[in-house]
């Protein structure tokens, strides 16, 4: 079965850095876009970034745009997310999702499968 687990999480003081990992299994990685979505307390789950299956493609949310990077390794059937200059309105819990799709990177429902999520808790 398909499983995705995000690691990497953890709690940073503001203008810190982390970096977010997805291990996936139990699908061909390298033919799925895969997305970072966050969801903070009594909030809606957002999108982060995404990444096309090639890494040609990727897309950020303006909040994040400047300060976070995604990126993939298809070898390792991996996707990071690279977090700096953190800030505490980036506390979240953080999820990886493969999409089903090659378009609407962006929207909930293109994804497929997601992770149980890693907590990112950023003091100020």
């Known amino acids: 079965q398909v499983q995705l687990v995000e690691s990497g999480g953890g709690l940073v003081q503001a203008g810190g850095s982390l970096r977010l990992s997805c291990a996936a299994s139990?699908?061909?990685?390298?033919?799925?876009?895969m997305g970072w979505f966050r969801q903070a307390p009594g909030e809606e789950r957002k999108f982060v970034a995404a990444?096309?299956?090639?890494?040609?493609?990727?897309y950020s949310a303006n909040s994040v745009k400047v300060r976070f990077t995604i990126s993939r390794d298809n070898a390792k059937n991996t996707v990071y997310l690279r977090m700096n200059s953190l800030k505490p309105e980036d506390t979240a819990v953080y999820h990886c999702a493969a999409a089903g799709l090659n378009s609407g990177y962006d929207r909930i429902s293109t994804y497929a499968y997601w992770g149980q999520g890693t907590q990112v808790t950023v003091s100020s």
């Open positions: 139990g699908l061909t990685f390298s033919n799925y876009g």
């Open positions: 990444i096309s299956w090639s890494g040609l493609e990727i």
